[in-house]
């Protein structure tokens, strides 16, 4: 059995960070939070009116005082997912970027290991970073235009899990983890089918 590393970012593609802040935004602006539109471009959720240092400001009080990372939904059947593929042999390496601001680290990394054992995730790391392809990893699965941009820059194979806001990236891309699980499937069929030397250094990371 080779066992490959796949590195799963979280907001996004496992929990519903958008949708927690959606939340946390509208009941500070006493609104709908079905008024707040999805985000279709990386800036900051300007679909939502805020400049930089809203977003910054927003994201500050949503994880401290709403506690967001402890209370997100999780993507649909994303447990039963990495589940399964933990049992066939792939190791899971969570990575995150959720370390964004200063002075919000401990209810951000106290958070997100609650969440990860509130909703059964298995995971073997878990990595809070932005520089991705520093974190070795045979295959990725993100959401982020820029982080897949530098991910596949850095010669990284990175799995696109869709989004409004990922619409040019090109494939491979998921439309939700069944999806993810297929393509992880694949990528070890094709390790396999290579051969142990690929793999050795496959796994170099
Ligand atoms: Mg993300």
């Known amino acids: 059995m080779s066992e490959l590393v796949l590195g799963v970012d979280l907001d996004g593609v496992c929990a519903d960070y958008e949708g927690a802040l959606r939340r946390s935004v509208a009941a500070r ?25 809203g977003f910054r400001e927003a994201h500050r009080l949503a994880v401290t005082e709403d506690r967001i990372f402890r209370t997100m939904a999780p993507q649909p059947d994303v447990a039963e997912v990495l589940w399964r593929l933990s049992d066939a042999g792939v190791w ?3 990575i995150t970027h959720r370390l964004l601001f200063n002075g919000l680290h401990e209810a951000s990394a106290a958070d997100t290991a609650v969440w990860l054992d509130q909703h059964d995730i298995p995971y073997r790391d878990l990595c809070f970073i932005g ?44 439309y939700g983890w069944h999806d993810v699980e297929a393509l992880v499937r694949d990528h070890l069929d094709g390790a396999g089918a290579r051969g142990g030397a690929d793999e050795q250094e496959d796994l170099g990371g």
């Open 92 to 94: 899971i390496r969570i």
């Open 131 to 174: 520089d991705k392809a520093t974190v070795g990893a045979d295959l990725y699965v993100d959401d982020s235009p820029h982080i897949i941009d530098a991910l596949r820059a850095a010669g990284r194979t990175a799995i696109v899990y869709d989004q409004p806001y990922n619409q040019l990236l090109d494939g491979p891309r998921a």
């Open 29 to 53: 602006r006493s609104v709908d939070p079905a008024s707040l539109p999805p985000q279709t471009s990386t800036d900051h959720f300007k679909e939502w009116g805020l400049t930089a240092d």
